[in-house]
């Protein structure tokens, strides 16, 4: 008995996808982890009572950290061909534009 052949059957996209996600994954919480750790001693000193900005400093470090590993996990699954498009980025890359075209 044959076997019918699956043009899609080739996982070597997907696995080298996944392998790549869940390696920047892992980088990206470690360095979310990072960032959150030193924050959060920071508040435990005087001088953290007094000065936020350092706070706020890592909480803008973080927020990119995220979106740089959003933005990766999106183009690996995407060329991968198992893409999702998130409804809410999509509107805020359209607000974004919009705003860039003045």
């Known amino acids: ?6 043009p899609h059957s080739d996982t ?6 996944l392998v790549e996600v869940g390696r920047l994954t892992r980088q990206g919480c470690n360095e979310v982890s990072s960032l959150a750790q030193m924050a ?17 400093s890592a909480l803008l470090a973080i927020r990119d950290a995220v979106q740089r590993l959003e933005d990766f996990v999106d183009d690996e699954t995407g060329g991968a061909c198992c893409g999702y498009d998130d ?16």
């Open 40 to 56: 959060l001693v920071w508040l435990e000193t005087p001088a953290g009572c007094r000065d936020l900005e350092v706070v706020a």
């Open 12 to 17: 070597g996209p997907l696995r080298q996808a």
């Open 1 to 6: 008995m044959n076997a019918i052949s699956n």
């Open 87 to 102: 409804p809410d980025r999509l509107r805020r890359l359209a607000a974004c534009s919009a705003a860039l075209k003045g």
